[in-house]
């Protein structure tokens, strides 16, 4: 099983997700929002990185690019909400951060389990269907 940092600034999303993964035999360490997972990530071994791409102080773009300058080869799996926010595409750029995996929010337990053990399969998202390459967030 898995060392998780399971970075969410909406406190159930996070909660209920940490809980549910600790449940699979997982080990979950939460962080509220980019800036937080940072300085835990920067502090602790994981081996695994989950984080929301939308999120306030830091997002979660900005947040893949910075863990993957501390160890490039960490594994990642960016969730979102779906749609763009001030005409950024999250899903794209995610994608262009080099995230390993991708999962639309509202999911599932099991879209979570699943889209974990991809991931840590080694596994890498397909590329972008629309095929954008917006600026960071």
Not at 69 to 82: D, F, M, N, Q
Not at 85 to 101: E, F, H, I, K, M
Request: charge should be negative; glycine fraction near 8%.
């Amino acid at each position: 099983m898995a060392r998780i940092l399971f970075i969410e600034d909406e406190e159930q999303i996070r909660k209920t997700s940490a809980a549910l993964l600790e449940a699979a035999g997982h080990e979950v360490i939460t962080a509220a929002d980019g800036q937080e997972g940072v300085e835990l990530f920067a502090r602790q071994a994981f081996d695994l990185v989950i984080t929301d791409v939308l999120m306030p102080r830091m997002g979660g773009a900005e947040m893949i690019a910075a863990v993957r300058r501390i160890r490039p080869e960490i594994k990642v799996l960016a969730t979102y909400g779906g749609g763009y926010v001030s005409g950024v595409n999250p899903v794209a750029t995610a994608q262009r951060l080099d995230a390993d995996q991708l999962l639309a929010k509202p999911y599932s337990f099991d879209d979570l389990r699943a889209a974990v053990a991809v991931v840590m399969s080694g596994a890498k998202a397909p590329p972008d269907p629309a095929g954008t390459t917006p600026a960071a967030e």
